[in-house]
């Protein structure tokens, strides 16, 4: 697989709970998101849905996940732990990353998402870092099962706004 990155779309806001980029997938077979969050008025866990062939959030029981997230833990140690979790209606627990109200807070995340123009098993990869109280670091992959033809993803927090945010999608190359 090249690693020539197109770039294909992007969306951006402020002040937003829900951030959606449509008709983004066509054309590829792998496709890269990035997604940049600043700080949130609540403490924003960042959760992600794919958006079908109607660009409507897939919002039934069919995400499944799990990642590691390492920290600096305030010292020179490193220590991780695992999460996996199945059947959930997002993608979420941290996964895609989180920001607090502290406004040197940020978050970057790159998700990596294989066929999702095809209705079958969508599979994606993520490697999310931010400074929420302290460096973390997530890496981790994801599916979603309903073999749905995707055409988009969102990002969402469940309660607060985040000062801003922005989603970038790029077309892997052939």
Request: net charge negative.
């Amino acid at each position: 697989m090249a690693t020539n990155l197109r770039f294909i779309k992007e969306e951006s806001g402020t002040d937003i709970s829900t951030l959606s980029i449509e008709d983004c997938f066509e054309g590829y077979d792998t496709y890269k998101i990035r997604i940049e969050i600043g700080p949130c008025s609540s403490g924003g866990t960042l959760y992600g849905r794919l958006l079908d062939n109607n660009n409507s959030a897939i919002t039934t029981s069919t995400y499944d996940y799990s990642f590691e997230e390492y920290d600096d833990n305030g010292s020179t140690q490193v220590r991780h732990g695992s999460f996996s979790t199945v059947g959930q209606t997002s993608i979420a627990n941290n996964f895609l990353g989180q920001t607090s109200t502290d406004s040197t807070d940020s978050n970057d995340t790159w998700i990596t998402i294989y066929n999702p123009n095809i209705a079958t098993h969508t599979f994606l990869t993520a490697h999310a870092m931010r400074f929420y109280t302290k460096f973390r670091n997530n890496v981790g992959g994801a599916i979603e099962r309903s073999d749905t033809l995707c055409k988009g993803f969102q990002i969402y927090t469940a309660s607060g706004t985040w000062d801003s945010g922005r989603l970038q999608v790029y077309g892997v190359g052939k």
